[in-house]
């Protein structure tokens, strides 16, 4: 941890200094001159590269620099984002830097308070296909079995297929499914598991955070019901709930001798790119 904390701390100073982005004016553009703002030109993404491999961390402001010295007010991030992953930067956290703490928050709470752009974030997630259905039943047969998740046939399992997600490395090590209820604007987590030599490193939380850009399809809401992880998915944000809260046409179904507990989230809207609407059309 101290390591960590002086090498923050190194980082931050060296940044400081730092000339990461080489900028140019923007000129004068339709008759507006722009004055001191910037468009960036270039990322030193080496230098950023030899810092990450020093295990810093690498700070950055909107200051870009001219050839002729000059600091310029470099803001559009979008075009920035590009850049950075043209260089091979895997993620990239972008922080109000007027926010006391703005960096720790971002590091050490679960859901920061940050914009993290991130290339390998959803790496291995995907929506499942029929080859990928012994996969899904290897995973989810003990935890029938255990009362954990309600039976599924292999039938329904088949319906099912295409909207759940799965995570794939060589063979399917996490699942879950979304059933979308469009007209109510909400959507059902089912069948969320991950495989018992995985748990524990974050794969729950990638499927979550993936079915969360659910709001790309209109989504709302997002409901569960569960009977022994009612805290994993409080500590993600999740509320208890009445059953009044799910759709009716999902009310109609519940089996309550389970005496599940219900709990629902708000989704945000998503501005990630990432869209899982082809998957449920
Ligand atoms: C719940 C589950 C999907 C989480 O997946 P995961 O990849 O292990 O989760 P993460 O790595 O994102 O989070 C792990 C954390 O969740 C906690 N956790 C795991 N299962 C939990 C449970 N049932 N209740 C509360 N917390 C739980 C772990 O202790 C760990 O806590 P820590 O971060 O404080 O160490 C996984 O444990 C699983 O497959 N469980 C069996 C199936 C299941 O219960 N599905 C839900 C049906 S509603």
């Known amino acids: 941890m101290e390591t960590k904390v002086s090498c923050m701390m190194a980082s931050v100073l060296l940044d400081a200094s730092g000339n990461f982005l080489a900028a140019k004016r923007r000129g004068i553009v339709e008759g507006i001159d722009y004055a001191s703002t910037g468009e960036i030109k270039k990322i030193d993404v080496s230098r950023i590269r030899e810092r990450l491999d020093q295990d810093c961390i690498v700070l950055m402001n909107d200051l870009g ?52 752009v991130a290339s390998d974030l959803y790496e291995g997630t995907r929506m499942a296909r029929v ?13 029938e079995e255990s009362g954990t998740l309600i039976r599924r046939t292999e039938e329904e399992l088949l319906k099912a297929l295409n909207s759940f997600i799965v995570i794939e490395r060589g063979q399917i090590i996490a699942c879950s499914v979304l059933f979308p209820f469009f007209e109510d604007k909400c959507g059902e987590v089912a069948a969320i598991a991950v495989s018992p030599e995985c748990r524990g490193r ?34 993600r ?24 507990k219900y709990h629902m989230k708000n989704l945000q809207p998503d501005r990630s790119g990432i869209r899982l609407d082809t998957a449920f059309s």
């Open 65 to 116: 620099y001219s050839t002729l010295g000059e600091v310029l007010n470099c803001n559009p991030f979008a075009k920035r984002e590009g850049f950075w992953q043209e260089g091979g930067v895997q993620r990239v956290h972008l922080l109000n830097g007027t926010n006391a703490g703005v960096l720790l928050k971002e590091l050490f709470q679960r859901d920061g308070v940050g914009t993290m």
């Open 131 to 143: 080859a990928v259905l012994p996969g899904i039943k290897q995973l989810l047969r003990p935890l």
């Open 202 to 235: 974050g794969q729950g939380d990638k499927l979550l955070d993936y079915i969360e850009k659910a709001s790309s399809l209109g989504l709302q809401m997002l409901f569960l019901l569960t009977t022994r992880t009612a805290d994993w998915f409080a500590r």
């Open 237 to 260: 944000g999740f509320c208890e709930c009445s059953i009044e809260c799910m759709p009716q046409k999902r009310r109609e179904k519940i089996n309550l001798s389970r005496r599940s």
